[in-house]
């Protein structure tokens, strides 16, 4: 099984910041690989997909690269409305473990 | 416009049975490939059932056994059933489309399950 290892677990940041969180995959995913935010209560919204593909509606200040095993995802000006907790998920089905944005 | 709902959550004794239910509009079940994630309190998704188009259905090893996957295509809805239930399949149970083989690109707003003595 691929395992993915998400880092870091959570993130304090200023509004305008760039954030990024990283994402290891145990073994070669190529590009097959999404990003998902979900803000408190809510269901999860897909952000990315294929590693670096802006799903129509979101805003172009979030972004993801990589391939292979090491991948990123960044907003590139942190805003109120970004806090939440993002996943990223390789083609297997499998979750990283999240990491929790928060606003310092 | 694409919309997902679920409903059957409850609280339910260890041992018990639910029948999750995920009403599709928008679009066909049939013509998808429908899929389960569940979220345990204060934890991460994982990832619990699929169903594809050609009927095909698959499970994580944490459930399998234990829960079935299925579909009503004329009333556009995706079943999970979940039989000897623990106390660790206690969490909200989404339901998602899933489109280019892995990714979830429409999730409903999930369903609590509550499995306690």
């Known amino acids: 099984d691929i395992q993915m290892t998400q880092s870091p677990s959570s993130l304090s940041a200023s509004v305008g910041d760039r954030v990024t969180i990283t994402c290891q995959a145990s073994?070669?995913?190529?590009?097959?690989l999404n990003w998902y935010q979900q803000k408190p209560g809510k269901a999860p919204k897909l952000l990315i997909y294929?590693?670096?593909n802006l799903e129509t509606g979101v805003p172009s200040r979030f972004s993801g690269s990589g391939s292979g095993t090491d991948f990123s995802f960044t907003i590139s000006s942190l805003q109120p409305e970004d806090i939440a907790t993002y996943y990223c998920?390789?083609?297997?089905?499998?979750f990283g473990g999240g990491t929790k944005v928060e606003i310092k | 416009e694409v919309q997902l709902v679920e409903s059957g959550g409850g609280s339910i004794q260890p041992g018990g049975s639910l029948r999750l239910s995920c009403a599709a509009a928008?679009?066909?079940?049939?013509?998808?490939?429908m899929t389960w994630v569940r979220q345990a309190p204060g934890k991460g998704l994982e990832w619990v059932s699929i169903?594809?188009?050609?009927?095909?259905?698959y499970f994580a090893d944490s459930v399998k056994g234990r829960f079935s996957i299925s579909r009503d295509d004329s009333k556009n809805t995706v079943y999970l059933q979940m039989n000897s239930l623990r106390a660790e399949d206690t969490a909200v149970y989404y339901c998602?489309?899933?489109?280019?083989?892995?990714?979830?690109?429409?999730w409903g707003r999930g369903t609590l399950v509550t499995v306690s003595s």
């Open positions: 998602a489309r899933e489109r280019d083989g892995y990714t979830l690109d429409h």
């Open positions: 928008g679009f066909s079940v049939s013509d998808n490939y």
């Open positions: 169903i594809q188009r050609d009927g095909d259905i």
């Open positions: 073994h070669d995913i190529s590009t097959y």
């Open positions: 294929d590693a670096s």
């Open positions: 998920q390789q083609y297997d089905n499998v």
